[in-house]
């Protein structure tokens, strides 16, 4: 750590330094190491579900490094996004095998469902986004979702909305899965 800006170690601001406390953490724990900031963004992301935009400056001086160069990295990774995500990511496959199968109908319904207007994809409380991406890999079981880490199969559009309501009533609950 010596011989780094270490700028987490310097604030004086005590809200400041607690706001940031998540990413001092992460970057405590990656010792400052610059060759570690592909690691140290997506333990950011995890905590944020996004890189704001301050946080990459505290990043970017704390590595010492230019904040063009944090965000060179961070776009040029597919993985990485700079808008804010919902909680849940919903991503519906479409690949041709769901494509054919009617992806873009469960795609089309769940946005309904959500109240999506043109041009958004995350729901304004941050709880949902909802993104189609190209073959999943799981054409067998196609029309396929996924929503953050699980895999749906064999969805219709009514499945992809009642979905949607059994994770706001968990959530509304305050139970930690949706299964
Ligand atoms: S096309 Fe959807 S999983 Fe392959």
Same mark, same amino acid.
């Given at each position: 750590?010596?011989g780094?800006?270490?700028?987490?170690?310097?604030?004086?601001n005590?809200?400041?330094?607690?706001?940031?406390?998540?990413? $001092?953490?992460?970057l405590?724990?990656?010792?400052?190491?610059?060759?570690r900031?592909?690691?140290?963004?997506?333990?950011v992301?995890a905590?944020?579900?996004?890189?704001?935009?301050d946080?990459i400056?505290?990043?970017?001086?704390?590595?010492?490094?230019?904040?063009?160069?944090?965000y060179g990295?961070?776009?040029?990774?597919?993985?990485?996004?700079l808008?804010?995500?919902?909680?849940?990511v !919903?991503?519906?496959?479409?690949g041709?095998?769901?494509?054919?199968?009617?992806?873009?109908? !469960?795609?089309?319904?769940?946005?309904?469902?959500l109240?999506?207007? %043109?041009?958004k994809?995350?729901t304004s409380?941050?709880m949902?986004?909802l %993104?189609?991406?190209s $073959?999943?890999?799981? $054409?067998?079981?196609?029309?396929?979702?996924?929503?953050?880490?699980?895999?749906?199969?064999?969805m219709?559009?009514?499945?992809?909305?009642n979905?949607?309501?059994? !994770?706001?009533?968990?959530e509304?609950?305050?139970?930690?899965?949706?299964?």
């Open positions: 750590m010596n780094c800006n270490c700028k987490c170690k310097n604030m004086d005590n809200e400041t330094a607690r706001e940031f406390e998540a990413v $001092c953490k992460i405590d724990e990656n010792n400052y190491d610059k060759d900031l592909i690691p140290i963004l997506q333990s992301q905590v944020y579900r996004y890189l704001p935009e946080v400056s505290l990043v970017a001086s704390s590595l010492g490094l230019s904040p063009a160069r944090v990295v961070a776009t040029f990774y597919s993985h990485f996004t808008q804010p995500k919902g909680k849940y !919903i991503k519906v496959c479409d041709t095998a769901c494509h054919v199968k009617g992806s873009m109908n !469960i795609y089309e319904a769940m946005r309904k469902k109240s999506l207007p %043109e041009g994809n995350t409380d941050l949902f986004t %993104e189609t991406v $073959c999943l890999g799981a $054409c067998g079981l196609a029309p396929v979702i996924v929503v953050n880490e699980e895999v749906y199969g064999q219709t559009p009514e499945r992809g909305k979905l949607i309501d059994k !994770i706001t009533d968990t509304a609950t305050g139970e930690k899965k949706h299964n």
